[in-house]
Structures are given as structure tokens and as C-alpha cells.
């Protein structure tokens, strides 16, 4: 049971242009999301993140959108640039607000490729 | 800092040998984290840590152990390797609380063929 769920493999857009990545998640226990970016042969690195009680969240290009009501969330890149091609994960957290004892595990979508031409 | 690494980067084992992978993180980050990344999967929590001491089961424990003898150590061993567990490893590591919450800083992986 796929949790979290990103259902495009890849994204292929001109430089410039926006890149619109999405996620959507079934277990409404999650109260946390973040996006992950992955580059070959190395770890995945933290992008941005957004809790609960926000529907948005910016960071320089990177913007992210939670839509509670519909469990769907979305990264948006303005303006893609080429070295933004990477693999993208949206990953999720419960407990934040609830406490308990999630200890910070992660469930992590399949990822999108992708892929900024110059 | 070194952040979170990984030894080794590299294991071709056959079927039925065993191995450990070490994790080493120099943050003194209380939680660690293995995961196994497959095609098509994303990345899936084997079992995790929360304090020297301490493991606890994640999504896809079975065939491995764990080990945290030392705070800064996250130790991932193999008993009897099978080609399902051909993958890409990832240790993390994460404060226990902070902003933002549950960030957790990965290591460069360790790819495993197990023929």
C-alpha cells in the first residue's frame, strides 16, 4: 500500500519555464511533507518543507503547496534552471502536531525525473 | 564536518554471504535511519535508531540487523545475502526535534549486487 504516491516518472521542461511537481498521499495521520532532491550517485538532499497548518511555503525558486482536502501536494521550480535535473522525492511525516512516537520516520514517494533542457 | 558517510560504496556478495555496512555521522544527531532505494520504489525504511542503544523495525526489516553501539554508529549487517536484496543503501541521520522538522541528512549510498 503505496502511501505516498507520485505518479509521474518524469517531467521534461524548457529552461526558464516553470516545473510543476506533484505528490499525493492517502494516510491522513501525515502532518508533515517535504521535498527531497536527488543528483546520481549521491544522497538525497533536503529542498523544502511544509507542516500541516500552511498551504505554502517558499524558498527562493522553490515553492511548495499543500492542499489538506484533497491530500495532494505540488513543488513549484520558477524559473527551471538545467542543473535543477535530478530525481525529486515528496516524502511525508506523521506526529508533528500529534505527538506520539513516529520519531521522525519518513515515507517517501517513487520520484520524478527531472529533466531541464537548456 | 563530514556529514553522514557510508562504507563501503561498493559490494558485489553471492547468494548466502554476509556483510555489514557502516554508517558513521559526525552531527551528533540522536535518530539514524537505513533505507533501501529499488527502481520504481522510492526509498523504504529498514529499521531505524532513536538513541545509542536503541533499533527499532521499519517497513522492510526482514534479512537484516541492526546495530548502535555508539551514538555517532548506525550498523547494517546482512546474515545470509539473497539476490532480492540487491539495491541502493542510504543511511541518514536526524536531530531529534528542530526546524525543520524531520530533515534528515543522507549518506552517498552503498550499491549492493548480491548473484
Given at each position: 500500500?503505496?502511501?505516498?504516491?507520485?505518479?509521474?516518472?518524469?517531467?521534461?521542461?524548457?529552461?526558464?519555464?516553470?516545473?510543476?511537481?506533484?505528490?499525493?498521499?492517502?494516510?491522513?495521520?501525515?502532518?508533515?511533507?517535504?521535498?527531497?532532491k536527488k543528483y546520481p550517485a549521491e544522497?538525497?538532499?533536503?529542498?523544502?518543507?511544509?507542516?500541516?497548518?500552511?498551504?505554502?511555503?517558499?524558498?527562493?525558486?522553490?515553492?511548495?503547496?499543500?492542499?489538506?482536502?484533497?491530500?495532494?501536494?505540488?513543488?513549484?521550480?520558477?524559473?527551471?534552471?538545467?542543473?535543477?535535473?535530478a530525481?525529486?522525492?515528496?516524502?511525508?511525516?506523521?506526529?508533528?502536531?500529534?505527538?506520539?512516537?513516529?520519531?521522525?520516520?519518513?515515507?517517501?514517494?517513487?520520484?520524478?525525473?527531472?529533466?531541464?533542457?537548456? | 564536518?563530514?556529514?553522514?558517510?557510508?562504507?563501503?560504496?561498493?559490494?558485489?556478495?553471492?547468494?548466502?554471504?554476509?556483510?555489514?555496512?557502516?554508517?558513521?555521522?559526525?552531527?551528533?544527531?540522536?535518530?539514524?535511519?537505513?533505507?533501501?532505494?529499488?527502481?520504481?520504489?522510492?526509498?523504504?525504511?529498514?529499521?531505524?535508531?532513536?538513541?545509542?542503544?536503541?533499533?527499532?523495525?521499519?517497513?522492510?526489516?526482514?534479512?537484516?540487523?541492526?546495530?548502535?553501539?555508539?551514538?555517532?554508529?548506525?550498523?547494517?549487517?546482512?546474515?545470509?545475502?539473497?539476490?532480492?536484496?540487491?539495491?541502493?543503501?542510504?543511511?541518514?541521520?536526524?536531530?531529534?526535534?528542530?526546524?525543520?522538522?524531520?530533515?534528515?541528512?543522507?549518506?552517498?549510498?552503498?550499491?549492493?549486487?548480491?548473484?
Open positions: 500500500d503505496q502511501q505516498v504516491k507520485q505518479n509521474s516518472p518524469s517531467l521534461s521542461v524548457q529552461e526558464g519555464r516553470i516545473s510543476i511537481l506533484n505528490c499525493d498521499y492517502t494516510n491522513s495521520m501525515f502532518d508533515y511533507f517535504l521535498w527531497y544522497g538525497p538532499t533536503f529542498l523544502i518543507s511544509i507542516s500541516s497548518i500552511k498551504d505554502k511555503n517558499e524558498d527562493g525558486r522553490f515553492t511548495v503547496f499543500l492542499n489538506k482536502s484533497a491530500k495532494h501536494l505540488s513543488l513549484h521550480i520558477v524559473p527551471s534552471q538545467p542543473g535543477d535535473s530525481v525529486y522525492f515528496c516524502a511525508a511525516s506523521e506526529g508533528l502536531y500529534a505527538g506520539g512516537t513516529s520519531y521522525g520516520k519518513l515515507t517517501f514517494g517513487q520520484g520524478t525525473i527531472l529533466t531541464v533542457h537548456p | 564536518n563530514a556529514g553522514v558517510t557510508q562504507t563501503p560504496k561498493f559490494r558485489v556478495l553471492k547468494t548466502g554471504q554476509s556483510m555489514t555496512l557502516l554508517c558513521a555521522q559526525d552531527m551528533n544527531h540522536e535518530y539514524m535511519y537505513w533505507y533501501r532505494q529499488d527502481p520504481g520504489m522510492g526509498l523504504r525504511l529498514i529499521h531505524y535508531s532513536v538513541g545509542e542503544g536503541t533499533t527499532a523495525k521499519g517497513e522492510v526489516p526482514d534479512g537484516y540487523n541492526v546495530s548502535r553501539l555508539k551514538k555517532q554508529n548506525f550498523l547494517l549487517g546482512l546474515e545470509s545475502a539473497a539476490p532480492s536484496q540487491t539495491s541502493v543503501y542510504f543511511c541518514a541521520s536526524s536531530y531529534s526535534t528542530g526546524d525543520p522538522y524531520n530533515e534528515q541528512f543522507f549518506g552517498p549510498g552503498t550499491r549492493l549486487t548480491v548473484l
